[in-house]
């Protein structure tokens, strides 16, 4: 092969890196005590490295709070580690099930088995939580991993490289970096178990990817997030946890809110509620020190670009905060806005937004906005705001989704004892805690019989005994 035909050295690796992580787990797969001891040491050097953490994610995105990356990066990471320590001897334990009459007086159980080499793709949006948490899971679990973090945050993958080289032999976790050719020749790679984390589009790509290796697949992925404000609720607290769960991180959340639907008659006071909210939260942008960037500029151009197509049919556009245009895109600092009016086959309704942009919808009954939400793909998360409770039983009741936060928004991601995962166009699989732990690991099922088994009245001659066995259980 010449040179000019060679795959490049990070594309070259990545078939020798996963056969070298896969000899390793068979020749000495990790016992809960080493997991144990693993996490530990995750636990310590992560917490040593929280500055250079925050540094690296603000050099990507242009600028990022410090305090969302404590909260939504730190405590989450430290929190699922904390877990898993605390509970990996107890979720390693085969789980004991019944086994009937017909069976007795054997014994069965679920054993739990780490699957081999877990391969993760992480997104650029929580770049660290998102890498970070599934391979506590993974190691929980006793499997080895290979990461692959998102090309569009290149220094805190490579503070997530170094960081786990300290931590972790080269033959346990590897981590590979580089652009989307890396990133799809990884999908294709013949993991024991792949978990991808990202855009919808990009997700039926990597399923693809895997589908000749037959790889299990976990996708956690996105869509479009609604709020529904039920008549009933005031709007000065919806306004203000709808406005936390959308410019968290400028928007840049999958469970983020991504439209919101409010009755008719309150439409406006709700748009007056949201914009004191923004004010309040982030004055004029003159201090942007609290305020997310956009994290490229493809990706600012993409919003804008929604707003465009809105506004050519016939959408009104509401910026929240006046910016100058020459700051916005030199400083990719895209400020809260409102749309209202937006038509559904607008790009804004058609696609996942993934920025600082509500829409506002509005319904005459709430039945008309359950309808709406239910011709469309089932959302990852949904956020019904209501004091009654028939009312909010009625709202999940007619919303599949992959997670739900009652009278909030984000919240629920953030409890480790609730999986967390989408259906169908939002995702499949989930993760977090036990449910992490369960995902990368195989639920063996044994049943062990002991000197007398039932079945040794089931061999011939059976004289009678198994039409009337069958008699008796027809009955």
């Given at each position: 092969?010449n ?63 410090p305090?969302?990356?404590l909260?939504?990066?730190?405590m ?42 877990v ?24 499997n ?66 895997a ?31 709808i ?30 509620a ?8 982030f ?84 039945d ?108």
């Amino acid at each position: 092969m010449n040179e000019m035909n060679a795959p490049s050295p990070a594309l070259a690796e990545l078939g020798p890196t996963l056969e070298r992580l896969r000899t390793a787990w068979r020749a000495n797969k990790p016992s809960p005590d080493q997991r144990h001891a693993d996490l530990g040491r995750l636990r310590h050097v992560f917490a040593r490295r929280l500055e250079a953490m925050d540094a690296a994610i603000r050099a990507d995105f242009g600028h990022r709070s410090p305090h969302e990356n404590l909260i939504s990066e730190a405590m989450v990471t430290l929190a699922e580690i904390d877990l898993a320590r605390r509970k990996l001897r107890r979720w390693a334990k085969p789980r004991r099930v019944g086994v009937g009459w017909k069976f007795w007086p054997a014994r069965a159980e679920l054993r739990p088995m780490p699957v081999g080499v877990v391969g993760i793709i992480s997104p650029w949006n929580y770049p660290v939580n998102l890498a970070l948490v599934p391979l506590v899971s993974a190691i929980a679990a006793g499997n080895h991993v290979y990461l692959k973090p998102s090309e569009h945050t290149p220094r805190t993958s490579e503070f997530l490289r170094e960081l786990l080289a300290e931590v972790f032999p080269a033959d346990r976790v590897s981590v590979a970096v580089g652009g989307a050719d890396v990133g799809a020749a990884f999908s294709a790679l013949p993991f024991d178990h792949l978990l991808f984390t990202g855009s919808t589009a990009v997700g039926r790509k990597v399923m693809a990817a895997a589908a000749p290796n037959l790889t299990p697949v976990t996708l956690e992925l996105g869509g479009k997030a609604p709020a529904v404000v039920a008549a009933d609720f005031p709007l000065e607290l919806a306004a203000a946890r709808i406005a936390s769960g959308k410019w968290f991180n400028a928007g840049q959340t999958c469970i983020g809110v991504d439209y919101a639907l409010v009755d008719a008659a309150r439409r406006d006071a709700f748009v007056e509620a949201i914009r004191s909210q923004v004010t309040a939260r982030f004055g004029d942008l003159s201090d942007a020190s609290n305020y997310t960037r956009i994290i490229n500029t493809a990706q600012f151009d993409r919003l804008q670009g929604l707003l465009a197509d809105a506004r050519a049919r016939g959408a009104t556009v509401l910026p929240l905060i006046d910016i100058a245009p020459e700051r916005m895109q030199a400083e990719r600092l895209m400020p809260p806005t409102i749309v209202l009016d937006a038509p559904d086959d607008s790009d804004l309704m058609r696609h996942e937004i993934f920025g600082p942009i509500l829409p506002v919808k509005t319904y005459a009954r709430l039945d008309d906005a359950l309808s709406y939400i239910g011709t469309h793909d089932r959302p990852l998360a949904l956020y019904p705001f209501s004091n009654e409770r028939a009312t909010v039983e009625r709202i999940v009741d007619a919303t599949l989704a992959g997670g739900v936060t009652v009278n909030d928004t984000l919240v629920h991601f953030a409890v480790d004892t609730l999986p967390f995962g989408g259906v169908g166009p939002s995702g499949m699989g989930a993760i977090h805690g036990k449910s992490g732990f369960d995902a990368f690991s195989k639920l063996l099922p044994v049943l062990r019989q002991s000197r007398f088994a039932a079945t040794d009245l089931l061999r011939p001659p059976y004289k009678g005994f198994v039409d009337r066995l069958v008699r008796f259980l027809a009955r």
